[in-house]
């Protein structure tokens, strides 16, 4: 059996790794980065992170950082 291009097709995006299988979808619905092709899909290996990247991300920093940083643009 014949399988089509686009059954292996997958992208994953590089911000949140979110995958998607549809060949037109350009960037993530959730974090909007700019989808990276991959093809096969290869296992998932996630970086490994610093303590202190990883205390950013358990304590919710990171999100806080953004939301100041939104907020001083619209001032």
Request: glycine letters at 4%; proline letters at 7%.
């Amino acid at each position: 059996a014949h399988t089509r291009f686009r059954d292996n097709f997958k992208m994953k995006c590089p911000g949140c790794n979110t995958e998607y299988s549809d060949p037109n979808q350009q960037i993530c619905e959730y974090c909007g980065t700019e989808l990276s092709r991959t093809e096969p899909i290869s296992p998932k290996i996630t970086p490994t992170k610093t303590k202190l990247e990883q205390f950013i991300d358990d304590s919710g920093l990171k999100e806080l950082y953004k939301k100041i940083k939104n907020n001083l643009k619209n001032v």
